[in-house]
């Protein structure tokens, strides 16, 4: 006989292993989804963003890659980043448990009665919201020597293998 708790943990375990099989990259659908989304500044600057959720450091390279496609789609080489914000949060998802003690007294008419309690539960919330927002100046012609400035070509090659 199959136990309901060994059909309910597999199935849980492939439905995590579909999500994760997923890639994540892609334009943002609707106000708070996940994706990427860019608004030009200027003619040579854009915002990017890209809201993902779990670890930030692949969701800033997301942001990156975006940077380097939006780079190239409009005819320049290069980009240089001018500012970065990173919203990471350092608590990721999955399935953690925790356990709680708790005890308690009290009185009905003549009777008293104590108890005590243990608790066990499980955050089964998954991984936690997660964005980098970057502002880009782009160009074309010969690249600036300096260290927030990308070759968009090399880091599309570089990240979109990678995604």
């Known amino acids: 006989m199959i136990r309901p708790f060994v059909v309910v943990a597999s199935a849980a375990a492939l439905l995590v292993a579909a999500c994760a099989s997923l890639s994540p990259y892609g334009p943002q659908m609707g106000g708070s989804g996940q994706g990427y989304s860019e608004q030009r500044i200027e003619n ?12 930030p ?4 390279e997301y942001a990156l890659l975006r ?9 320049d080489e290069w980009f240089e980043v001018t500012q970065r914000w990173i919203d990471g949060r350092a608590s990721q998802g999955g399935i953690r448990p925790n356990v709680s003690i708790g005890a308690g007294s009290g009185s009905y008419g003549g009777y008293r009665t104590s108890g ?3 608790g066990l539960g499980l955050n089964i919330s998954g991984d936690q919201p997660t ?3 970057m502002e880009i100046r782009t160009g074309d012609g010969p690249r600036p020597d300096r260290p927030e400035v990308y ?7 570089s990240l979109g293998a990678r995604y």
């Open 151 to 157: 070759d968009a070509r090399s880091v599309r090659d």
């Open 57 to 60: 450091g692949p969701v800033s």
């Open 67 to 75: 940077a380097a496609e939006l780079t190239l789609q409009n005819g």
């Open 131 to 133: 964005s980098t927002v």
């Open 44 to 55: 040579d600057r854009w915002r990017v963003t890209y809201r993902g959720v779990g670890d």
């Open 116 to 118: 005590v309690g243990v």
